[in-house]
Nanobody, 119 residues
Framework: QVQLVESGGGLVQPGESLRLSCAASGRILKINAMGWYRQAPGKERELVASITSGGTTNYADSVKGRFTISRDNAKNMEYLEMNSLKPEDTAVYYC?????????????WGQGTQVTVSS
């Protein structure tokens, strides 16, 4: 059984920062790509940022220059550093990982963590 658990969400004012963490646990052989998605009320889930096992990153245009994705392969962790937060960043943030198990490969999701940016 594989679990992804996010932490670090909360309520902040515009311009402030938050750091999200995601811990993967279980009988993991290797984690390939990892990513952060978000879903705002009434909107579809969208990709925020992704990172390959080799460290290549990709960002949505709306967060470029403000958000930084990183990972620690030894600890099966990924992070999202969010700076200069805006009200439009308000959403539930989900971590995602493509994980190789002894039984095969599959995509896994965390339960989500709420980020609210409001004055």
């Amino acid at each position: 059984q594989v679990q992804l658990v996010e932490s670090g969400g909360g309520l902040v004012q515009p311009g402030e920062s938050l750091r999200l963490s995601c811990a993967a646990s279980g009988r993991i052989l290797k984690i390939n790509a990892m990513g952060w998605y978000r879903q705002a009320p009434g909107k579809e889930r969208e990709l925020v940022a992704s990172i390959t096992s080799g460290g290549t990153t990709n960002y949505a245009d709306s967060v470029k220059g403000r958000f930084t994705i990183s990972r620690d392969n030894a600890k099966n962790m990924e992070y999202l550093e969010m700076n200069s937060l805006k009200p439009e960043d308000t959403a539930v943030y989900y971590c995602n990982a493509r994980i190789i198990l002894y039984s095969g490969i599959d995509d896994y999701w965390g339960q989500g963590t709420q980020v609210t940016v409001s004055s």
